[in-house]
T-cell receptor, first 113, second 114 residues
Framework: KQEVTQIPAALSVPEGENLVLNCSFT??????LQWFRQDPGKGLTSLLL?????REQTSGRLNASLDKSSGRSTLYIAASQPGDSATYLC????????????FGEGTQLTVNP | DGGITQSPKYLFRKEGQNVTLSCEQN?????MYWYRQDPGQGLRLIYY???????QKGDIAEGYSVSREKKESFPLTVTSAQKNPTAFYLC?????????????FGPGTRLTVT
């Protein structure tokens, strides 16, 4: 059974710092990996989706990398801002699970002004 | 505006009552999903449907029921058999068939049962 782990569970940084969020998964037979952002009491917003054949995806100040063979993904946030404060979740889609996603528990990020 | 709507935003019920949460999408997506989120935890899949008139149990289906009579709608009923129904419920949708299957989420419904 696929398990997804995100470390750290919480992170507090000063504004302007570059930071990395980690996601690991136990079964490397994935189709893709998706990073989401969740603000308190809100739904999820998709940030980046990486196909299993890709190494990285970029959107603005965000860069997500994927090392499928080692079961790891990172989300890099450059020049963090207070508006980046949120919970970040990663989710993987298995090759054999159709369209289902398995989620990690998230990293709660606080960017201090 | 294309998107997913969930109603109501907050829902309060007495223990022993069934309650139905609404989810509607106008993205023309084939697949729809229901997740449950408890404080400090990730999302757990309750039910999903990849096509009209068909749905499958997720990881925590006990105490829940769904229907998929229309492509746009995927209501979730929380029955009195669900032992701990108080949670944040999220609906999502995606294309199904070929492609990335990127999931898009609604704003959620917070259910409180007392």
């Amino acid at each position: 059974k696929q398990e997804v782990t995100q470390i750290p569970a919480a992170l507090s940084v000063p504004e302007g710092e570059n930071l990395v969020l980690n996601c690991s998964f136990t079964d490397s037979a994935i189709y893709n990996l998706q990073w989401f952002r969740q603000d308190p009491g809100k739904g999820l917003t998709s940030l980046l989706l990486i196909q299993s054949s890709q190494r990285e995806q970029t959107s603005g100040r965000l860069n997500a990398s994927l090392d499928k063979s080692s079961g790891r993904s990172t989300l890099y946030i450059a020049a963090s801002q207070p508006g980046d404060s949120a919970t970040y979740l990663c989710a993987v889609r298995q090759e054999t699970s159709g369209s289902r996603l398995t989620f990690g528990e998230g990293t709660q990020l606080t960017v201090n002004p | 505006d294309g998107g997913i709507t969930q109603s109501p935003k907050y829902l309060f019920r007495k223990e022993g009552q069934n309650v139905t949460l609404s989810c509607e999408q106008n993205l023309n997506h084939d697949a729809m999903y229901w997740y449950r989120q408890d404080p400090g935890q990730g999302l757990r899949l309750i039910y999903y449907s990849q096509i009209v008139n068909d749905f499958q149990k997720g990881d925590i289906a006990e105490g829940y029921s769904v229907s998929r009579e229309k492509k746009e709608s995927f209501p979730l009923t929380v029955t009195s058999a669900q032992k701990n129904p108080t949670a944040f419920y999220l609906c999502a949708s995606s294309i199904y068939g070929t492609g990335l299957y990127e999931q898009y989420f609604g704003p959620g419904t917070r259910l409180t049962v007392t």
